[in-house]
């Protein structure tokens, strides 16, 4: 990552905030105005959050814990109920390939509201940035988690970390939902590409990168749970979801994890612990259960684990209208369901269209002692705690000298980099021969098949341009991957390229083509949309890989959020390569492919025969998988000029 120029780093902003005082002092004195802690950048932050907490009224606090959805935060919106947060749900943007200085205008707008309220507490926009800023046209889309989980390599976890916060600065969002710590036990899970790792300790690993990556490092002495942001190039983040999303009984999203207290404490907790070492400003929680109880009314695991033992001192957030989904009968009302959120922890609620309805019933409970004022106070002190602490009182507006950082050069450089570690060879060679790759630049023909070679939105997966994600090459900038093979090959190389040829005109050719390179994979998709029971490689990848490998020494590059069963194919072909949902930068799977770089990807996931074997995770005693976690053939950089 270059420097940041010298006007940017947090010192320099901390001479503005001096610089600030200055002025608000000399003002106080010439005016006779009454000073104000929570505006003085001097004061500690514990007296500034106390000073504000006390002048605010029931209805600008419950405002602070009220996020709602962009389309609704019109100027009046947010000044009527003193909205503290918005957010853009997946694919919520101001046009289609709306600008970075768009985007700031937006921003821009929204906060011009709320400091016009009589407190002027600025609100708190947060974004899906999960794997760069990718709800926007022309960011820089990273490989998903379980990508860079096959890398091992947490300096670049942290360097995409940071590359993100850029981004997300450059559109003026300074939050950021991310990053996924979840532990993914079974990949029919529709959200197991958004986790590392079926593996604690390489979830571990990457969340204490990620964290520091979008915040800043804090420094050796910091309080253990107090939020840190570093300074305006960096965002606060948010580790989700707590806590046990990715152990839900058959991967079915949402769904119930039944586990022992013990084994929840041992496999799905330690990420978190790390995220709130790390100074994560805000936490959000699953939608799904443990055990039975829905994690969004779960006191014992929001209040008292998380907050008291864990000493977790940043906010919990809910996911997107979770509270309508907490309740069952006999208790499916949504007053109900607002009690036993706000009862449980939760201090942030992310109320998209029902907020005029939360804001009213939640106004009833406190007035009427069903909710006790104190859970309200804690719940406002942590998200003005966030607010202080990341800078959004004295720097509150977007910066227009970062718009440039939006799809910047050098980010690309460091998602190619992460392409190029996240591949794993699965196999190399067939029947004694010797290995396929790396692949000559010097071919005189070759084919390159399959519904992935050439489709950008395939490759990026969901969470791209809008929640699902989409297909097609218009969605973002980008290089797909049959566009990076043909920039590796010589000028005299002949490039076939068909999503589906025809058998037969492949026999006609296939003495010509010296190899051929299949690109096949899964749609995107996003959360229960995702959840597969059978997690086949949909059709026609089957009938390419056979007629073209049945033909032609052939390379298989499967682009899916997770393993696919592989098993019935895998003799005919010459290599397989799991290349994951690698983003926008393709250049980096023809890196490796064509030997200007080794493969150096471990497989951060089990890799199973068949499904009726899942869950199956390492370490357990029922462990025959076909390529196991940490599996990953390597080879070594060629010349080939």
């Known amino acids: 990552m270059r420097a940041a120029p010298t006007m940017w780093r947090w010192p320099a902003a901390a001479a503005a905030a001096w610089l600030l005082l200055a002025v608000l002092l000399s003002a106080v004195a010439a005016t006779g105005a009454e000073y104000v802690k929570y505006?003085?950048?001097?004061?500690?932050?514990?007296?500034r959050v106390d000073d504000l907490l006390s002048r605010m009224t029931l209805a600008e606090k419950i405002g602070q814990m009220s996020q709602i959805e962009r389309a609704n935060a019109s100027s009046s919106v947010i000044q009527k109920y003193f909205v503290g947060s918005v957010l853009s749900g997946g694919g919520s943007v101001p046009s289609e390939k709306a600008t970075a200085a768009q985007w700031q205008q937006v921003v821009t707008k929204m906060q011009k509201a709320a400091l016009k309220t009589r407190l002027g507490i600025p609100i708190l926009y947060g974004i899906d940035a999960v794997h760069g800023n990718n709800n926007v046209y022309n960011a820089t889309i990273f490989p998903h988690n379980v990508g860079l989980g096959a890398t091992r390599d947490p300096k670049l976890v942290k360097r995409i970390g940071h590359a993100t916060a850029l981004e997300s600065r450059a559109t003026g969002i300074p939050y950021a939902f991310a990053p996924c710590v979840a532990v993914c036990r079974d990949p029919r899970w529709g959200r197991c590409y958004e986790s590392y790792s079926e593996e604690t300790k390489l979830v571990q690993l990457m969340a204490s990168a990620i964290v520091p990556g979008l915040q800043g490092d804090p420094p050796a002495n910091h309080p253990k749970g107090t939020p840190f942001v570093a300074g305006p190039m960096n965002v606060a983040g948010c580790a989700k979801h707590y806590v046990g999303d990715g152990g839900t009984r058959r991967g079915i999203n949402e769904n119930n994890t039944v586990l022992s207290f013990h084994d929840l404490m041992r496999i799905h907790m330690p990420p978190?612990?790390?995220a709130v070492i790390k100074g994560v400003a805000s936490v959000m929680i699953s939608y799904s259960?443990?055990?039975?109880?829905?994690?969004?009314?779960?006191?014992?695991?929001?209040?008292?684990?998380?907050?008291?033992?864990?000493?977790?001192?940043g906010f919990v957030i809910t996911d997107w209208q979770a509270v309508d989904r907490i309740t069952t009968p006999p208790h499916q009302h949504y007053y109900h369901s607002i009690q036993e959120t706000i009862h449980a922890g939760i201090d942030m609620v992310m109320i998209p269209y029902d907020y005029p309805e939360f804001v009213a019933d939640l106004t009833s409970q406190v007035s009427k002692g069903t909710i006790r004022m104190d859970r309200i106070n804690d719940a406002v002190s942590r998200i003005l705690r966030v607010k202080f602490a990341m800078g959004l009182f004295e720097n509150p507006f977007p910066d227009h000298r970062l718009t440039g950082e939006l799809g910047h050069k050098e980010h690309r450089e460091i998602a190619r980099e992460a392409v190029r570690k996240s591949l794993v060879l699965l196999k190399n060679g067939k029947g004694g021969q010797k290995p396929v790759l790396p692949l000559s630049k010097k071919a005189s023909k070759i084919l390159v098949a399959g519904s992935h070679a050439h489709n950008l939105?395939?490759?990026?997966?969901?969470?791209?341009?809008?929640?699902?994600?989409?297909?097609g090459n218009n969605i973002t900038a980008g290089t797909t991957i049959l566009e990076a093979i043909k920039s590796a090959v010589g000028n005299t190389t002949v490039i076939d390229h068909a999503e589906h040829p025809d058998k037969?005109?492949?026999?006609?050719?296939?003495?010509?083509?010296?190899?051929a390179v299949v690109v096949v994979g899964e749609p995107p998709y996003a959360e229960t949309a995702g959840d597969n029971q059978n997690l086949t490689i949909p059709s026609p990848g089957p009938e390419v890989i056979k007629d073209v490998c049945g033909l032609v020494k052939c390379v298989v590059v499967l682009v899916s959020g997770r393993p696919l069963v592989v098993e019935p194919y895998i003799g005919s072909m010459d290599a397989l390569v799991a290349a994951w949902l690698p983003g926008t930068e393709g250049h980096g799977v023809a890196d490796v492919l064509f030997g200007d770089y080794g493969f150096t990807g471990k497989l951060p996931r089990t890799w199973f025969k068949a499904?009726?074997?899942?869950?199956?995770?390492?370490?357990?005693?029922?462990?025959?998988?076909?390529?196991?976690?940490?599996?990953?053939?390597?080879?070594?950089?060629?010349?080939?000029s």
């Open 289 to 313: 259960s443990w055990n039975g109880v829905k994690m969004h009314e779960n006191r014992f695991l929001v209040t008292d684990m998380l907050k008291n033992k864990m000493h977790f001192r």
């Open 457 to 471: 939105g395939f490759q990026c997966g969901g969470w791209t341009k809008s929640w699902q994600g989409q297909g």
């Open 504 to 515: 037969s005109s492949i026999a006609k050719d296939a003495s010509e083509y010296e190899y």
């Open 39 to 47: 505006k003085d950048p001097t004061q500690p932050i514990g007296e």
């Open 611 to 640: 499904v009726d074997q899942l869950p199956m995770n390492y370490g357990d005693k029922r462990y025959d998988p076909l390529f196991p976690f940490g599996f990953g053939l390597t080879t070594k950089p060629t010349s080939q």
């Open 272 to 274: 978190y612990d790390d």
